[in-house]
């Protein structure tokens, strides 16, 4: 008896574990629906600004093949005192040495070799650029150029090494002998130099996006040379507004991104002050947006277009690690690494332990800049505490997804490790230009993420399962989108290697599979920490081709030109403004950005884009609307 008590109880066992491997996805395609930016599709520093030592030919072949869409290419804190007229900048975790670095090169490389990618620079707010090379601590001759301790200390400028190490020299050096003063014109002055007649004649359309420096609320840290204690968060503030002002009149379709905190922390404090206005407590990025709302009220002038944000995290249990992308969006989700949070209403408040910062910035953007304020997010610099790349895929594999389910505009990891290159590729080759909203029943375990193409007959449904060790089982239930009966492609990363594995579009480790879909719905087995993606063509059911445009605008008409290569846009006549054109192609994939007026002509031969046929998207104060053309190519 006891024996069939315990073979009873272990069947038992074995049916609820089973039970419990089996994940519930909704797809709806007529839900949901938004624009999926490609400039998630990112990374830091790709390219050489060095003459003598250009990008290599395979690395430019290797970010064409992974579908690289973005690059933020100012090299962090050491953008912060870049001088583009001697081409200059003063390395602040190297003795604040000075070096050679042309962004004029790599601007003028990229734009000959990688034509479709666009690339982020960034200006100087704190007030100095490097001069001058002949000050510099003589590294070699001290330790053979070697990393120590002691690369912090401010040495440029005639300073005396601390052999003990540590940040701190015996003597700090005079940013006078090798810095001068930049102001917001000569920060500025770059666009002129590179964009204006007479200038370099670079295409401003592929260096559209520009950095308000970098981590300002830490430079009493990075940059002490200058600024041995933090300035005030105002007086960071009338920095800002002065070189937003002067770029924008430079540059009137720049898109400004700032204010590029360091951290979690940083998201909600500004060193140690308490920022108040009118007697009332902010947080620091409530109150930058706040700061920047009333300024571009009362000047009339746009002065953000995208809030940018750095992320560290600590986390490194594996446990932790696949849960990081939560902290942005999940109002539930209790956070190990939640500190800032717990001052975002001033003092100390330990209960605050969720994070949710894109609820929390799109809600201050609403409340300060109102309705249709066109302010997207960025996250342009985030590492992840893993050498697994199996670890390393599915973390980043969730922060992608979720950026894309968010809105987010620009997702540019700083470090880079392996898993990345394969999950990157099967996200930006695979993903389609429409998210449409998926759920799961255990979302901490399996997310879907699910995209369609322009035209509404091809999906990409995305499934990352983070469990460490055991597979699970998904159904995923379709709505909206009719798909026949039959097998469909599957890619599914897995199982990766130590080493490196992806070389090319057609040589990785993508493990090409089927799926049988039955009834609008399919199951399917995903191995522990996976990220597969599942490639259905159908089509849209239940909702018009074109949900968001205004009944009462006219429809949206590309008039092309065959023998000049040139199109006229057309739109309601009472529109004027900047109107944001996106061209797609038949894949889904987003080759060209532009900004336009109504009724203005456009000429595709200056853009490099290939002939074919292309969806183009018009945005508008937050109406879209679409309509298609069929390109021949330059004459």
């Known amino acids: ?61 290797l970010y064409k093949e992974a579908g690289l869409r973005f690059a933020r290419e100012n090299g962090g804190n050491n953008a912060t005192k870049y001088n583009w007229r001697r081409k200059l900048t003063s390395h602040p975790d190297w003795y604040n040495n000075v070096y050679d670095h042309s962004w004029d090169f790599a601007s003028q490389d990229i734009q000959n070799r990688m034509p479709g990618l666009q690339v982020m620079w960034a200006f100087q707010l704190i007030g100095k650029a490097a001069a001058n090379k002949n000050n510099n601590f003589n590294d070699w001759a001290y330790n053979s150029s070697q990393w120590w301790s002691g690369v912090g200390q401010n040495l440029a400028g005639g300073g005396q090494i601390n052999p003990a190490g540590g940040s701190q020299a015996l003597v700090n050096g005079n940013p006078d002998l090798y810095l001068e003063n930049w102001d917001a ?93 009118d007697g009332e407590y902010y947080c620091w990025l409530e109150y930058f947006i706040k700061r920047v709302a009333d300024e571009q009220k009362s000047s009339g002038i746009r002065l953000l277009d995208v809030l940018d944000i750095h992320w560290y995290p600590s986390e490194s249990s594996n446990a932790d690690l696949v849960q990081l992308h939560r902290v942005f969006y999940d109002e539930t989700y209790v956070y190990p690494g939640a500190n800032g949070v717990k001052t975002v209403n001033g003092g100390w408040d330990a209960s605050r332990n969720k994070e949710y910062i894109f609820k929390r910035i799109n809600d201050w953007l609403l409340t300060y800049f109102g309705e249709n304020h066109g302010i997207t997010i960025a996250l342009t610099e985030n590492d992840i505490s893993s050498s697994n790349p199996n670890i390393v895929s599915v973390v980043y594999a969730s922060m992608l997804g979720t950026f894309a389910d968010n809105g987010v505009e620009i997702f540019t990891p700083w470090s880079w490790k392996t898993g990345m290159w394969e999950t990157l590729h099967l996200f930006s080759r695979y993903t389609k230009a429409i998210r449409v909203k998926t759920t799961s029943d255990n979302d901490a375990t399996v997310s879907g993420y699910s995209t369609v193409n322009s035209s ?16 699970r089982t998904a159904t995923v239930n379709l709505t ?8 469909y492609k599957v890619l599914e990363l897995s199982s990766l290697p130590s080493t490196e594995t992806f070389i090319s579009h057609t040589s990785n480790a993508l493990k090409s599979k089927t799926v049988a879909v039955s009834g609008n719905s399919f199951n399917i087995t995903l191995p522990a920490l996976s990220t597969t993606a599942v490639i259905l063509k159908g089509a849209l059911v239940g909702i018009e081709e074109n949900p968001q445009a205004s ?31 996106k061209f797609t192609d038949l894949a889904g994939n987003t080759v060209l950005t532009r900004d336009a007026e109504n009724n203005s002509e456009i000429n595709l031969s200056e853009t490099g884009l290939a002939s074919g046929l292309y969806i183009i998207t018009a945005e508008y104060q937050g109406h879209t609307w679409r309509t298609k053309l069929v390109y021949s190519g330059s004459k």
């Open 1 to 61: 008896m006891k024996k069939l008590c315990l073979f009873a109880s272990l069947l038992l066992l074995v049916f609820r574990e089973g039970e419990a491997q089996n994940i519930t996805v909704q797809v709806n395609a007529n839900q949901g629906r938004m624009p999926v930016s490609p400039y998630i599709f990112g990374r830091n520093n790709n390219l050489s600004d060095n003459p003598a030592k250009p990008t290599a030919a395979e690395n430019i072949d």
């Open 185 to 277: 014109d000569s920060t500025t002055g770059v666009l002129k130099h590179w964009f204006w007649p007479g200038g370099l004649g670079l295409d401003k359309n592929q260096f559209t996006y520009w950095s308000m420096d970098n981590e300002p609320e830490i430079w009493n840290g990075t940059h002490d040379d200058v600024m041995p204690s933090l300035l005030s968060a105002s007086a960071f503030m009338d920095a800002y507004f002065a070189v937003a002002k002067k770029a924008r009149e430079r540059f009137p379709q720049i898109k400004l991104t700032g204010p590029v905190p360091a951290n979690e922390w940083q998201w909600y404090r500004w060193g140690d002050q308490s920022l108040t206005i």
């Open 456 to 471: 509404n007959d091809s999906m990409t449904v995305i499934l990352v399962n983070r469990d460490l060790d055991a597979s």
């Open 480 to 487: 909206g989108f009719s798909v026949s009966n039959g097998s």
């Open 551 to 581: 009944s009462d605008l006219e429809s949206f008409s590309a008039c092309p030109d065959p023998t000049s290569g040139k199109f006229r846009i057309h739109l309601a006549d009472e529109i004027t403004g900047s109107i944001t054109l």
